[in-house]
């Protein structure tokens, strides 16, 4: 596939129920063997099963969101082992899996798919016209 925003992620940032700049925004490392997803239907993070989540971030820093473009601080999971992972899976937390919207799928980048062997695993956000990604 390709790297996309949830339609229903792109309905919450137009209905103001997701906010870049000021929501706990995460990131999962996902195995796409476990996780199927549906950018067009998925919307909060309970849809993304527990066997398909590899690793979990802390809450993004340094986020931007200058022309339309979402931007932050580039992410370390520690000490990762679990199933090869195949995609990021972005999303606002807001401490309720059933109501915590799915923003953003990564599936293309460098680095993807990633064999967790106990070590830390750096995602490096593109740092080009897009960023993270651009609405």
Request: proline share 2%; net charge negative; hydrophobic share 40%.
């Amino acid at each position: 596939m390709a790297n996309a925003v949830y339609d229903k992620g792109r309905e919450g940032f137009l209905t103001g129920t997701i906010n870049w700049s000021s929501d706990t925004i995460k990131m999962t490392l996902c195995d796409a063997a476990d996780y199927v997803k549906n950018l067009a239907t998925d919307q909060y993070y309970n849809i993304v099963t527990v066997a398909g989540r590899v690793a979990t971030s802390a809450a993004f820093t340094s986020k931007t969101v200058t022309a339309g473009v979402a931007d932050a601080a580039d992410v370390t999971y520690t000490t990762v082992s679990g199933d090869v992972s195949e995609e990021l899976v972005i999303w606002k937390d807001t401490t309720v899996e059933s109501t915590s919207p799915l923003i953003c799928n990564i599936d293309t980048a460098t680095g993807l798919p990633v064999t967790p062997n106990g070590g830390d695993i750096t995602v490096q956000f593109d740092n080009g016209a897009n960023k993270i990604f651009k609405l």
